[in-house]
């Protein structure tokens, strides 16, 4: 039977890097947590893996025929574990009563449903999933307020911010005293390569993050910087600003994970190692501390701390991601769409690493913005994005 003094917690994307790293942490602290609900879209053997370690009430996978993979190894192994598949059985693991946390960790647009899902049901959501946001933004915080629900960040920088901010930020920082953000990235594998070798790079090279192990796709958005785009919307949205007021920092040994300057000239920074369990067992435990399982930061080691400003000639995806979340509305979530199909097609070698900017510009030029008043209305524009861009990506595909 299941303890009710636990802390239930669905972990949506469990099969991924954050998602793993969740798990490794509620594992140190089964006296406290208590795993209700495991997602993944298609990896069964990873997906059973876990359910037999953490006996979660649920499985689900996307995957409809993976799911019926997945149910057939557990009715052997674990018959009490309760199998589900599609969009459906992600949103209602997202909103049962007996999960009081969940973990978005679902990587892209995929996300967004379930994460809006737990938020709507009031839950402590505990946010890898920066798409979902990206996409949904005024959506997604009037959800948050309207349902009480509980908005802690895991993204390393946002959490960094959070942890740097004073309470009641919400209120807009002029009456809390804020200035603005300084919002730190490494620069990605690519930040020191000649501009004229960019065209040639390779998925392999584009995944090998200096500071980071993560998953494919936010990978290649660290190396074009897409992903601190993302980051700058991601921030507007959950400390109540603007892009104007969000500064961009390149800080190669990824040891600030952000930093917040007050009014008075006082810049609070939070520094670790690079492990995403840090900011995970931050939101966990809020606001308590508990162990991560992380290693000390040895200074010495690190020794020295460089910064500079991020060049909008190498790094034209940051640019346009600003560009969108000024112009508001579906715009950034028209930038979100095209930019998963060129990474996509970066990866399969259908492009060159160089056209995925070219790809998102040419989308957002002919997809129509709307007001991102309902889910509706963005999911069209997303659909509609994906299709403007799968033809951007057509014309430059070098595999003809
Ligand atoms: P990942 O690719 O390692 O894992 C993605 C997870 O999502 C997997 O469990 C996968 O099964 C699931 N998934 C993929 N497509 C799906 C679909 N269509 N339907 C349902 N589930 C699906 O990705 P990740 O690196 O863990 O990143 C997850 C999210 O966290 C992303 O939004 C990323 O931007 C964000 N994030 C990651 C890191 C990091 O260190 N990895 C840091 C900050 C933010
Ligand atoms: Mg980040």
């Given amino acids: 039977m299941a303890d009710a003094a636990l802390i239930g917690v669905t972990v949506l994307g469990a099969t991924g890097s954050i998602g793993r790293s969740t798990l490794d942490v509620l594992g140190r602290h089964r006296d406290r947590y208590r795993v209700v609900a495991l997602t993944a879209n298609s990896q069964v053997d990873r997906l059973c893996e876990q359910c037999l370690e953490h006996r979660p009430d649920y499985a689900v996978m996307a995957d409809a025929a993976a799911a019926e993979r997945l149910a057939e190894r557990l009715r052997a192994e674990a018959p009490e574990i309760t199998v589900l598949a599609g969009m459906a059985g992600l949103e ?13 960790a679902i990587v892209g647009a995929a996300g967004l449903t379930p994460t809006l899902a737990a938020a709507r049901a009031g839950k402590r959501v505990l946010l890898a999933n920066k798409e979902a946001l990206v996409m949904s933004g005024r959506l997604f ?11 802690l960040p895991i993204d390393s920088e946002h959490n960094a911010i959070f942890q740097c901010m004073p309470a009641g930020f919400a209120d807009g920082f002029a009456r809390v005293g804020v200035r603005r953000i300084l919002l730190t990235a490494s620069g990605g594998p690519f930040r020191t390569t000649p501009l004229e070798q960019l065209a040639t790079v390779t998925p392999e090279q584009a995944v090998a993050h200096p500071n980071w192990s993560m998953g494919r796709k936010i990978s290649v958005d660290s190396a074009t910087m897409m992903n601190k785009g993302l980051e700058v919307i991601e921030a507007c949205w959950l400390f109540n600003t603007t892009p104007a007021q969000v500064q961009v920092v390149l800080h190669p040994q990824s040891v600030i994970h952000s930093m917040v300057e007050y009014v008075d000239g006082s810049v609070l920074a939070q520094l670790g190692n690079p492990d995403m369990r840090t900011p995970i067992a931050h939101a966990l435990a809020w606001p308590e501390r508990m162990d991560s399982g992380v290693s000390s930061l040895d200074m010495f080691a690190v020794a020295r701390l460089d910064f500079s400003a991020p060049d909008l000639n190498r790094f034209p995806c940051l640019r346009l991601a600003v560009e969108a979340m000024e112009a508001g509305g ?22 060159a690493y160089t056209a995925i900017p070219q790809v998102i510009e040419a989308v957002l030029a002919e997809t ?5 008043e309902s889910l509706e209305q963005i999911l069209a524009d997303d659909a509609a994005a994906r299709a403007a861009a799968e033809r951007q990506v057509t014309l430059r595909d070098t595999k003809h």
């Fill in 368 to 372: 129509t913005a709307h007001g991102a």
């Fill in 141 to 151: 915080m009037d959800a948050v307020q309207q349902s009480n629900a509980v908005l």
């Fill in 92 to 104: 209602q693991v997202a909103a049962l009563p007996e999960a009081d946390y969940v973990m978005a």
């Fill in 330 to 351: 579906t715009s950034s979530a028209i930038l979100n769409a095209a930019n998963e199909v060129a990474v996509e097609s970066f990866l399969q070698r259908r492009i």
